[in-house]
């Protein structure tokens, strides 16, 4: 089993920056990839950011693209996204997951294990 446990969201202007941070403890050695997603009340789960564990790769999803940036801290078991130029539209609770497989065709149906969510909110 691999517990996630997200932190760093808030409140922001749009603009403005917030860098979320995910903590993951457990079974980690069997995690080749992690995620960002984000969900608001009434729509799916949508895909932010990808990363590869245990080599160089990085995905993003158009509109977050030049914005947001996902990294991880391998020696601390955390995964990051970095969120600049927030706008009210990037409101959202954001999750952490992650999986066994590498990256490929990183949906969230894919992922067993999830964290509790952070909320961002951004206005305007």
């Known amino acids: 089993q691999v517990q996630l446990v997200e932190s760093g969201g808030g409140s922001v202007q749009a603009g403005g920056s917030l860098r979320l941070s995910c903590a993951a403890s457990g079974y980690t050695d069997s995690i080749r990839c992690m995620g960002w997603f984000r969900q608001v009340p009434g729509k799916e789960r949508e895909g932010v950011a990808a990363i590869y564990t245990g080599a160089s790769g990085e995905y993003y999803v158009d509109f977050v693209k030049g914005r947001f940036t996902i990294s991880l801290d391998s020696a601390k078991n955390t995964l990051y996204l970095q969120m600049n130029s927030l706008k009210p539209e990037d409101t959202a609770m954001y999750y952490c997951?992650?999986?066994?497989?590498?990256?490929?065709?990183?949906?969230?149906?894919?992922?067993?294990?999830w964290g509790q969510g952070t909320q961002v909110s951004v206005s305007s």
């Open positions: 997951a992650a999986r066994p497989g590498v990256c490929v065709l990183w949906y969230s149906a894919t992922f067993p294990y």
